[in-house]
């Protein structure tokens, strides 16, 4: 009653919605990077939406069957192979024992979420599945996937066949475009610092994981002058440590923004320009190192009304899968 | 003294109660996230204090975020007004300052340091004014810290420590982070003291490790079988400073699970506190040691 583990992939864990509740101690919500990729592959095998599924980042594991069931693979385009013979992504097909899952390069995307009937049934640890690597909590043993590892699997009765089609996910766009509303420490840099920062393309820096994603390739942010405040430190990019919320675009030393994701570090010393909208965190969770990417900046009608469109969508696409 | 709210994209309210760390910025945004946690607002779904401001997550979806600011700037006035008295605890921390494994680090990751010829001790005993590093523990150890806030990563608190402002330690972070610090070091930046809880990054200077545990994701240490994290925000934390000998005979006794620190009920008072900080704090440090 398991999936065995071949080989891991470059960075493999188990996901589901995440666990919100212990940030004020530090501990972040984590869960699927893409939460419709996450929803959508359980849904697709039969499973609750919160189920907890794989995320394979670049690289895709190999895995092989104990028992029969319905897999589906979805979020980045990682051509999933069963004992070598390619699938498609979005679409529910069987396995059975004996099997092996195996996955070609990565065409598009970052992430893929392999949902498995029944869910991976691993531990819930605080209310959830989710592995959060840097405190070694949750998931499988609180880590990536090793070669060797066996991961049970919960009841399940999905059925293969189902799919999404094309018009129902979410595409993307080059250069992305990363809905912001500035705010937090905006007042710290220039006038003209701040119209640089969203009329420049900056680049995905290799530095780029659950945590956040670092971009590069901007001009310095230029800040404004003042005496640091007693605590905050002496660079004018830090802050007396603060909340650091889910999203937030922190500028160390004014050179390379982070955003933060997931499994966000809950606070810092460093200043933020603003926070990513909810509705385009999925987004930032498909984006491969050197993806151009532009900081657009919205108002928090423009925010909201981009996440009841989200919503929106991923009813269409429940709607889609339900009927 | 007005708190600046923001909101932190659709999902967050930021609240800066000072740009500055002092005792009674923090006492302030913890009534305001105590108050909050009372009012019970429905879409409520994180309440974070920090060292000198705080974080509301909701979701709007339930709560529209101007109703949630027009709330919390309701209960601004109460939070500041309110003649802050805390019922907390107090918990004696052991650590072992000029450890080996701190110095280890500290000396792999040299040329990373403002100062490469002394040691973090060395360095930030001289820039605070101390002429040795035993005056410079005797300073660390002798008063209690507040614990502002808990983050970064899980169960990490950020400590200040309860004395006035000419006799704060401060120290720069280093130059560029080191990309490892031993798990549960003692580490210092701007003028926060830290615990590590988990091995990893780090930039603030390192002056030593406690052999407890403060963060503990399989429970199976005692005192975190309940709750994973030692610490809250609002904790009283005193070290003390154990030598070698000490430190091997606590570290048996947690392998063996038979250890646990020193905690006492406690109630602080800032208004006490301010007119008569080491009365105040005396009678607080004799909790734990008149056991």
């Known amino acids: 009653m398991a999936v065995k583990v071949i080989s891991p992939g470059l960075s493999t864990s188990v996901q589901d919605l995440g666990r919100p509740g212990h940030y004020h101690v530090g501990i972040p919500e984590g869960g699927g990077m893409d939460r419709f990729a996450t929803r959508i592959a359980n849904l697709l095998v039969g499973n609750n939406p919160g189920a907890a599924v794989l995320e394979a980042t670049f690289m895709g594991p190999e895995l092989e069957f104990t028992q029969s069931a319905v897999v589906a693979v979805t979020g980045g385009e990682l051509p999933p192979k069963l004992n070598g013979e390619e699938r498609p992504t979005w679409e529910s097909f069987p396995v059975k024992a004996g099997d092996r899952l195996s996955f070609g390069f990565l065409k598009g995307g970052a992430r893929a979420y392999l949902a498995v009937s029944g869910g991976i049934d691993v531990p819930v640890v605080l209310g959830s599945r989710s592995t959060y690597i840097l405190g070694a909590l949750g998931g499988h043993q609180g880590r990536t996937l090793k070669a060797g590892d066996e991961l049970p699997l919960g009841e399940g009765s999905g059925k293969a066949g189902l799919s999404l089609p094309a018009n129902l996910r979410r595409a993307g766009n080059s250069p992305a475009e990363l809905r912001m509303l500035p705010g937090m420490y905006w007042h710290r840099i220039t006038e003209a610092a701040g119209n640089r920062f969203f009329e420049e393309t900056w680049k995905v820096a290799p530095e780029a994981d659950r945590i956040g994603y670092r971009f590069r390739g901007g001009t310095p942010l230029e800040f404004v002058e003042r005496e640091q405040p007693f605590g905050a430190g002496s660079d004018p990019s830090n802050i007396v440590d603060a909340c650091y919320p889910y999203g937030s675009v922190q500028v160390p030393s004014g050179t390379e923004p982070i955003v933060l994701h997931r499994d966000a570090v809950s606070g810092g010393g460093y200043m933020m320009l603003g926070v990513v909208i909810s509705a385009d965190m999925d987004l930032i969770a498909q984006l491969q190192p050197h993806t151009p990417a532009r900081f657009v900046p919205v108002t928090l009608e423009d925010a909201l009304a981009a996440r009841t469109e989200q919503r929106a969508a991923l009813a269409r696409a429940e709607g889609h899968l339900a009927g | ?291």
């Open chain 2, 1 to 291: 003294m007005s708190i600046r709210f923001n909101f932190g994209g659709d999902e967050h309210i930021f609240g800066e109660v000072s740009e500055e760390m002092s005792l009674t910025s923090f006492f302030t945004g913890l009534s305001m996230t105590n108050a909050v946690r009372t009012a019970g607002i429905r879409g409520v779904t994180e309440i974070c204090p920090a060292n000198a401001s705080f974080q509301i997550r909701f979701n709007p979806d339930i709560v529209k975020p101007q109703d949630l600011l027009s709330e919390l700037k309701s209960m601004e006035e109460a939070a500041s007004k309110a003649d802050p008295v805390l019922k907390t605890r107090i918990i004696e921390l052991p650590v072992y300052f000029q450890d080996p494994w701190t110095r280890e680090t500290c000396l792999r990751f040299r040329e990373r340091h403002q100062d490469p010829s002394s040691t973090d001790l060395e360095y930030s005993a001289r820039i605070n004014g101390y002429a040795t590093v035993e005056e410079f523990i005797t300073a660390y150890s002798g008063q209690p810290w507040f614990v502002s806030m808990v983050g970064f990563v899980a169960g990490l608190p950020f400590l200040y420590q309860m004395v006035e402002r000419k006799k704060q330690i401060q120290a720069p972070k280093y130059l560029r982070p080191r990309t490892d610090t031993p798990k549960l070091t003692i580490g210092h930046g701007g003028c926060f003291a830290a615990i590590y809880s988990v091995r990893g990054a780090g930039g603030y200077q390192m002056y030593g490790i406690t052999p407890a545990p403060i963060y503990d994701p399989t429970r199976k240490v005692r005192y975190l079988a309940d709750d994973m994290c030692l610490f809250k925000p609002g904790d009283i934390v005193k070290f003390k400073a154990i030598g070698r000998d000490d430190y091997d005979a606590t570290l048996e006794e947690i392998e063996a699970n038979r250890w646990q620190p020193t905690v006492r009920e406690c109630t602080f008072s800032l208004k006490d506190f301010n007119s008569d900080i080491y009365g105040t704090n005396a009678k607080l440090m004799e909790l734990i040691n008149g056991r």
